[in-house]
């Protein structure tokens, strides 16, 4: 583990990891998208992917609060602009609001996180503490699952339109807008870490950060299909689906 | 210590820690703003309050990462947008750099700290932390130097225009831009401390943020009467004036 991998063997090693381990994979994301989740899956499903929204601006700062480079934070900070947006009309965290109501939930008892399962939360909190606490190429490394995110998000699009009917432009237009803002993100993102992983251990460091991260995304899947598809177990105090009330 | 103050005493009690304990009052100010310095002094503060500028998007972004609150993350984003700004070419960072030339130093050599006063480091490091580790509500408190910053500003334009051959609009544009944005940032922070600070000691630990602030201010010219007026020495590794080589 000593010789530097060569850019492009590097960028395949780093590709391979969506292409073995992207949330893409997981049985909830194929039953999503083959229509198979019923009314009250989806909004589970939505409810708490809403608190890995809800971090993700929290994530970005942190890692912002670290990098010292102005040119870089010019950069990265368009990623919190994009969640948050410019008013309260706009932005990723009030697209995928839109979406929680568009499949029945009520916005602000999804603003106000009642009923995410504890797992979600572990999940993502690991997340922001991983982006908080380790370097910044670990940090920005483990956002390269976007680089995962356009294929999915397209394919998502489609399958919603084809199978629900909250589907609509505006149920899902957090998806339609990510499919311009990831390709742009993630542009930045893999350049620094093909140029700033510039040892081999390094090299590594940044395959492990972006391993972690697939984990967390999975993981999250994990818990939303233990809990409401099979067993079905809700833990205490999670979101109960009416039908299940 | 336990009943709550009504807010215009609250607000009293903030503003009386400028009229107090604010940098203004400094010896090393009063020099400045009076034409006492010479051009090797000037250098020394442009170079050390460089590290203060330098340090201010490190502090906003992770105040930002403990923003729950997308409104409010909106507002203060945009204290990291000016400072950083939209391009290499604009931002207060940038515009302290033409200052920092405009006196006559390496614009390169002040980008990379070289030569900075440890007891600046030591402020403005204690500020960063401060502001990372403790509540919001004392992370904004201690931005409240804000309110007594205008003034301050507006003084120093006319003196340094008055009594030095480097000031002229485009040197001093840092300050210039200041006068608009701080009254903007500290109405937020302002009326957000106010609002926030619901007991009487939540109310004493917003002065006592405030307090802290002015003292970080304090010994970063503290630091720099003693290496460069009087007694004049110059720690090992700092900057050294041309006419003391």
């Known amino acids: 583990m000593t010789e530097l991998l060569r850019p492009e063997e590097f960028e395949r090693r780093l590709r391979q990891i969506g292409a073995d381990r ?17 009314k009250g899956q989806v909004q589970a499903w939505v409810l708490n992917r809403f608190y890995y929204q809800y971090s993700i601006p929290l994530k970005d700062a942190s890692l912002l609060s670290r990098a010292e480079d102005p040119a870089f934070r010019r950069a990265w900070i368009q990623r919190i602009l994009d969640h948050d947006g410019t008013s309260a009309e706009t932005g ?55 680089l995962f995110a356009p294929d999915l998000h397209k394919t998502r699009i489609a399958a919603l339109l084809e199978n629900y009917d909250f589907a609509n432009e505006r149920t899902l237009a957090y998806f339609r807008t990510r499919l311009t803002q990831a390709p742009r993100d993630v542009e930045f993102g893999l350049s620094y870490v093909l140029r700033e992983a510039r040892t081999r251990d390094q090299q590594e460091l940044a395959l492990a950060a972006l391993r972690f991260k697939t984990d967390v995304l999975w993981a999250q899947l994990d818990a939303l299909y233990y809990a409401y598809v099979s067993p079905g177990f809700i833990p205490p105090g999670a979101f109960v689906p009416e039908d299940r009330r």
């Open 22 to 38: 992207y949330h893409s994979l997981h049985p909830f994301h194929r039953m999503l998208h083959e229509g198979k989740l019923n």
């Open 92 to 146: 990723g965290i009030e697209r995928w609001l839109v979406l929680a109501e568009g499949v029945g939930l009520d916005r602000d008892r999804v603003r106000a996180l009642v009923g995410i399962l504890p797992a979600t939360r572990f999940a993502v909190d690991a997340y922001v503490r991983f982006v908080r606490e380790r370097t910044l190429l670990e940090a920005v490394a483990s956002s390269l699952t976007e």
